[in-house]
């Protein structure tokens, strides 16, 4: 099945620094791929959606300037944390349509855990 | 997007069937219903979708009532690493971006 993988799986990072997410599909193209967190107990919330060569669209309530999205390639997206604060600390999780956008399924990376000393 | 309804935890003895209910009454004719499930500390991972016919795959079954209010995801044969929060999400085609991941039920295997 198709993979999606994440770099690092776990970081830990003094508050002010900025950290940086890797999410890569290893055996196809993504377009588009989406960026979750996920905070104790609680469900996946999505953040964002990465667009290949183009802007990222966040939703509602995620601060882009915080949360900087590059979509560089056809295989990689990347979640920058700027300025890290102990409440960015969080499970965050990428994700990519493996059948293309038109589809509902979806192949998640193995998550990153950061946490914001 | 419909809105989904699962009990919060079920329990199944392992090598027993695991029925994991869902209801969506409000769902649409354009929607289909998504099975993910996600294991402690680790990416979910899809199940199974299907529209208004039973789908099966190698990993599970499931059965959409002909009123397509409700549906069982049917693991055949639970193992210890089926224990995860399976999510139920109900979503048109087309639009990964609209999947709203609710807050599941916790499937614990016992031995």
């Known amino acids: 099945g198709a993979v999606v993988s994440q770099h690092p799986s776990r970081v830990i990072c003094k508050s002010g620094t900025s950290v940086k997410i890797e999410c890569r599909s290893l055996d196809f193209q993504a377009t588009t791929m989406f960026w979750y967190r996920q905070f104790p107990k609680q469900s996946l919330m999505l953040m964002a959606t990465s667009n290949e060569g183009s802007k990222a669209t966040y939703e509602q309530g995620v601060e882009k300037d915080k949360f900087l999205i590059n979509h560089a390639s056809l295989t990689l997206s990347t979640l920058t944390v700027t300025s890290a604060h102990p409440e960015d600390s969080s499970f965050y999780i990428c994700?990519?349509?493996?059948?293309?956008?038109?589809?509902?399924?979806?192949?998640f990376g193995e998550g990153s855990r950061l946490t914001v000393l | 997007d419909a809105k989904t309804t699962q009990p919060p935890s079920m329990d199944c003895a392992e090598g027993r069937a695991a029925n994991l209910p869902c209801n969506h009454s409000t769902i649409s004719g354009n929607e289909y219903v998504y099975w993910y499930r996600q294991i402690h500390s680790q990416g979910p991972q899809y199940i199974i979708h299907g529209l208004k016919n039973n789908e099966t795959n190698e990993m599970a079954s499931l059965i959409i009532t002909e009123d397509r209010k409700s549906s069982t995801l049917i693991l055949p044969h639970a193992t210890l690493r089926d224990t995860a929060v399976y999510y139920c999400i109900v979503s048109r085609k087309g639009s990964a971006r609209q999947l709203t991941f609710g807050s599941g039920t916790q499937l614990t295997v016992l031995p």
């Open positions: 994700s990519a349509p493996a059948g293309g956008p038109d589809t509902g399924e979806l192949f």
